[in-house]
């Protein structure tokens, strides 16, 4: 099985997608942790990007992430198509489209390249305001990466919802362990249907 976690910057991805592994792996749920972009090459070469230690067109910037996703849809084939495994990804193809689609690439192109990709299981957005996402990048002391403008994660956010309508919104401007535990229960949902 495949869960996604998804947002925009600033949206506590990272923090929700360990807490729902560790919450998983306590009821017995065999669970693995895993994000976009990977720690591999192709990975490194979009962090540098997004960094702005290296220049790539939009374009190229997206077409690296879905090069990077093929690595890692490939690293972890088994498991998502296991029943008796949950893998929780921190990001994945609906980031590239949401943010491919803001920076003003081709939809339609951006879906393409993705289609080939496993659907996940539950798709979870966690939904805030641009201007709280800014707050907490700002108060996390990270260098601006070049999609932290509020007028981008505006575009970002309504891209999100824009394309993604059968995915499960989390209001992500509460307390962590509030959020923490609607996005388990839903899991749990899933995991028994």
């Not at 990077?68 to 994945?92: C, G, M, P, Q």
């Amino acid at each position: 099985m495949l869960f996604c976690i998804e947002g925009i910057d600033g949206a506590g991805k990272t923090i929700q997608a360990g807490l729902l592994e560790s919450k998983l792996k306590k009821e017995g749920i065999d669970a693995v942790l895993t994000k976009e972009p990977t720690d591999g090459y192709v990975g490194m070469l979009l962090r540098k990007a997004l960094s702005g230690e290296i220049k790539l067109d939009n374009m190229t910037v997206q077409l690296l992430f879905t090069a990077d996703r093929n690595e890692h849809v490939t690293a972890f084939k088994k498991e998502i198509e296991s029943l008796s495994k949950v893998v929780i990804t921190d990001r994945y193809y609906p980031s590239t489209i949401a943010y491919g689609s803001a920076m003003g690439l081709r939809l339609e192109y951006i879906k393409m390249l993705n289609s080939i990709f496993p659907k996940p299981n539950a798709l979870f957005i966690l939904d805030i305001s641009p201007e709280l996402s800014a707050q907490r990048i700002r108060s996390r002391g990270n260098t601006k990466e070049i999609t932290e403008d509020i007028g981008f994660l505006s575009k970002v956010r309504a891209a999100y919802k824009a394309n993604f309508p059968d995915s499960i919104i989390i209001d992500a401007s509460r307390s962590i362990n509030e959020i923490s535990e609607e996005i388990f229960r839903k899991s749990m949902e899933i995991i028994h249907r």
